[in-house]
Nanobody, 125 residues
Framework: QQQLVESGGIMVQAGDSLRLSCTAS????????MGWFRQPPGKEREFVAV?????????YGDSVKGRFSISRDPAERDTIYLQMSSLKPEDTAVYYC?????????????????WGQGTQVTVAS
């Protein structure tokens, strides 16, 4: 059974950078995307970023465009990263890695096949 394991969430100061990692336990399909969602305290889960298996197709949520970057490990295709820069207090959330049935510019939660357990990112002002 596919599992996704995230790491990297910590508390940082506003303006800092942070990188999250996620590794799938089994090889993913070329048709599937891997990505990130986040859930701020008291709010709904929202899309952050998605990347195709080749890495050629990438989409971001509007709130993180220009500050966050998603990538795949060139040696381990089933490991992805989320590089977060210029972090703001409103980026505080539990960040979830996700395996998606397709690569889409605004994937609904229903596109997620598998969720990771989540990793907490806290940005202090």
């Amino acid at each position: 059974q596919q599992q996704l394991v995230e790491s990297g969430g910590i508390m940082v100061q506003a303006g800092d950078s942070l990188r999250l990692s996620c590794t799938a336990s089994e090889e993913t399909s070329v048709a599937h995307g891997m990505g990130w969602f986040r859930q701020p305290p008291g709010k709904e889960r929202e899309f952050v970023a998605v990347i195709s298996r080749s890495g050629a197709l990438i989409f971001y949520g509007d709130s993180v465009k220009g500050r966050f970057s998603i990538s795949r490990d060139p040696a381990e295709r089933d490991t992805i990263y989320l590089q977060m820069s210029s972090l703001k207090p409103e980026d505080t959330a539990v960040y979830y890695c996700a395996l998606l049935r397709r690569v889409h510019s605004s994937p609904p939660l229903g596109d997620v096949l598998t969720w990771g357990q989540g990793t907490q990112v806290t940005v202090a002002s």
